[in-house]
């Protein structure tokens, strides 16, 4: 019996295990990194050992290390989580070799299913079905298609290559990502399916014998190929589902498998099913299956490694529909961008319960107000779950909380999320792994920009009711009201579009007698001349303003906004969406100009590769570097014509967010 269990990895899915240890009454132990030293699941498990260094290569991929810290904290056995070491055989080998109770599969049928290649030869020949697959990009003889990496998953190593001219940089940069996420470069090529879906089977297998699966998730909206919707039961024909069961389970036997293990698919839109891959771990996904099962999937992981027979040996009936969302640290906007910074708050309302088996919204995070989100790492947060008799009221349920969440100092995808639950074409299961592609309209914003100068205005009147609740003389006197009724109070934010100028005047009974807002515009600001938004402002009322709330009444509707302020960012969660602010100084310091065409590192990173010399012609959209960042490369494009000036970072080097990795002098208008 398992009596102190070490969890090999970091964040939500090391939260997630220590939850159902500390139900079961099992020891728990977390190793972790220097950037993870003060994480939520440090703080949570009984005891920690620390893994000295940032990078994953320096700490979790390090087998030795973590057995060290297992012998060192008396644990007698060790969960791998999902991602890192979770599918590596050599490490379940090693946990077994040291006396441990691995909580996997056994390192066989890891390595059975880790060479995907073998796997896809394996499992053919036994019956199920394959897509066109190859080694050798000389090989391929078909487009479009899709580079993998053989190790691992979550979308790290894939590249679309619609034709030969980009297969061999597609399959050189797949390798470097792949082994930056796994330590295995090995990559192999496969037909890419268009408006394909990707479905999946939950397999369940223990000693005695028995393999069961526990359901189809549908995981088919995703970007960068890695998952950011996921819902059970897939809305599928029951011929489909049984057909996927069967193949599951088939592949299963196949390798004797024992523990969680999910078998991947892709569903073609001629119905044809085909094989994709098998993840020997634990699923970022699970908990959609859980709320469908009433199952505690990392329970039934514990009892069968102790040896104990699955409760079950049949596939349970669903209840009721499940849908999760991924809440990443990231910028859709800017191509998922991922960012970095400080959660000054992470709030969701209505959550029902963390890592359990909630049967309404359940919240599996990785983070709590204060966390830092860093470089080094995964940039997924934390998931959140919704669970309805129906499948259109769990979506409506998981949108409404999203859109509530205060998310402030971190940019995310959830603005993305709720646009896509709240979509007709979610409504109607119209979904497959292109929907981004074809919804553009989904990355809107929440908040329309024409509301956000009622947000700026919002947060103008908390600052100012800030400012007269901390002074020392007429406290008396309402906040932002002045005797010169003549000059109205300014007001100065920076936002992602451009400066916001808020005017506004208040009358000595605290009413709002007139406000304005000037910018911003998506053309260039001007130093001098009329401003560039000069449109009717609403008729807006002041009912009240503190701190931290303000209400205004908008032509006869009242709007109630959360404000929170963090040094000068401002956070303000209205009705209509959020708004993030920076609110500017009015005498500002005088700064450093920047070389005109100086491109500037958009987070933390590592230059991996410089394409081009200084002194060379390039044109718009020309690759001029490669910056690596949260185990993904990020393409550094010339944003004009022009001659390349400077190159300051050589390949290798480590920068800072802003830092200039190049300078590109603009070829002039001949015109």
Known sequence: MITKLLVANRGEIARRVLATCRALGVGTVAVHSDADADAPFVTEADQAVRLPGNTPAETYLRIEAILDAARRSGADAVHPGYGFLAENAEFAA????????????????????????????????????????????????????????????????????????????????????????????????????ERGRHVEVQ???????TIVALGVRDCSIQRRHQKIVEEAPGVLPDDVREKLHSAAVAAGRAVDYVGAGTVEFLLAPDGQVHFLEMNTRLQVEHPVTELTTGLDLVRLQLLVAEGEP??????????????????????????????????????????????GPARRLRLDSGVVDGSTVSVHYDSMLAKLVAWAPTRAEAARALAGALARAELHGVATNRDLLVRVLRSAQFAAAEVDTGFLDRHPEVFAPLLPPEQLPLAALAAALAGAAARRAAAPVLAGLP?????????????????????????????????????????????????????????????????????????LDVDGVRHAFRVHRVGSSVFVDG?????????????????????????????????????????????????????????????????????????????????????????????????
Not at 99 to 128: C, F, Q, R, S, Y
Not at 129 to 155: E, H, I, N, R, Y
Not at 335 to 350: D, E, S, V, Y
Request: hydrophobic fraction near 45%; include cysteine.
């Open 310 to 355: 699955l409760p079950l040996s049949a596939t349970p009936a669903a209840e009721g529909h499940a849908i999760e969302v991924r809440l990443c640290a990231e910028e859709p906007a800017q191509g998922f961008r991922p960012a970095t910074g400080t959660l000054h708050r992470f709030a969701i309302p209505g959550v029902d319960a963390e890592f």
């Open 575 to 671: 009705p209509d969406g959020a708004a993030s602010l920076t609110e500017l100084p009015r005498l500002p310091r005088p700064t450093a100009a920047l070389a005109a065409g100086s491109l500037l590192a958009p987070l933390p990173g590592a230059v991996t590769r410089v394409h081009v010399e200084v002194g060379q012609r390039v044109a718009a959209g020309d690759l001029l570097l490669t910056l690596e960042a949260m185990k993904l490369e990020h393409p550094v494009l010339a944003p004009a014509d022009g001659v390349v000036a400077e190159l300051p970072v050589p390949p290798g080097g480590q920068v800072e967010t802003g830092a200039v990795l190049a300078v590109v002098d603009p070829e002039e208008d001949p015109q």
């Open 94 to 193: 090693a946990v077994t070799d040291a006396g441990l109770t691995w909580v996997g599969p056994p390192a066989k049928a890891i390595a059975a299913m880790g060479d995907k290649m073998a796997a896809k030869a394996l499992l053919a020949d036994a019956g199920v079905p394959m897509l066109p697959t190859w080694t050798d990009p000389d090989q391929v003889t078909a487009f479009p298609v899709l580079v993998k990496a053989s190790a691992g998953g979550g979308g790290r190593g894939m590249r679309i290559v619609r034709d030969a001219a980009g297969l061999a940089e597609a399959v050189a940069g797949a390798r470097r990502e792949a082994a930056a996420a796994f330590g295995d470069g090995t990559v192999f090529i496969e037909r890419y399916v």
């Open 479 to 551: 906040s932002g009201w002045r005797n010169v009724p003549a000059v109205p109070q300014v007001t100065r934010f920076s936002t992602a579009d451009g400066e916001l100028e808020i005017r506004y005047r208040l009358t000595r009974t605290n009413t709002l007698a007139a406000w304005e807002s000037r910018g911003p515009r998506l053309t260039p600001a001007v130093e001098k001349g009329p401003p560039l938004n000069t449109e009717p402002q609403a008729q807006v009322e002041l009912v009240s303003a503190t701190p931290e709330r303000v209400v």
């Open 203 to 209: 397999i369940f297998g223990d000693t005695h014998g």
